[in-house]
């Protein structure tokens, strides 16, 4: 699922018991914009930030009621996971991934 409208992107996962992938396309690639929030949400979620070479450049397991600020920029997507997905796929910094929309 892909957040694209401002009510989209805000509301997220908020409120949801299923957490399902959710891909955030960055319109501005400054780490301001790539702020991520938990709250109202019911579970705890995996973030992957990919910068714009296609590279995973950070990743957090985030629980429900926190904010996360990204250490660095350079972010075109966002992508909201279920929790460990990043352990069960081997997720790690600086590989490759290519989004496919």
Same mark, same amino acid.
């Given at each position: #699922?892909?957040?694209? @409208?401002?009510?989209?992107? #805000?509301?997220?996962?908020?409120f949801?018991?299923?957490?399902?992938?959710?891909?955030?396309?960055?319109?501005?690639?400054? $780490?301001?914009y790539? /702020? &991520?929030?938990?709250?109202?949400m019911?579970?705890? &979620?995996?973030?992957?930030?990919? @910068?714009?070479?296609?590279? &995973?450049?950070?990743?957090?397991?985030?629980? =429900?009621? $926190?904010?996360?600020? =990204? $250490? $660095?920029?350079?972010?075109?997507?966002? /992508?909201?996971?279920?929790?460990?997905?990043?352990?069960?796929?081997? &997720?790690?910094?600086? @590989?490759?991934?290519?989004?496919? /929309?």
């Open positions: #699922m892909q957040a694209v @409208s401002f009510y989209e992107r #805000m509301y997220g996962l908020m949801q018991d299923d957490v399902k992938p959710l891909l955030f396309i960055q319109k501005l690639p400054w $780490r301001f790539g /702020i &991520i929030h938990t709250f109202f019911n579970e705890t &979620i995996d973030i992957i930030y990919i @910068s714009e070479d296609n590279k &995973i450049n950070e990743t957090i397991t985030l629980k =429900p009621y $926190r904010f996360y600020v =990204p $250490r $660095r920029g350079n972010i075109k997507y966002i /992508i909201e996971l279920p929790e460990n997905t990043l352990k069960r796929y081997d &997720i790690t910094l600086n @590989s490759k991934l290519k989004v496919v /929309i």
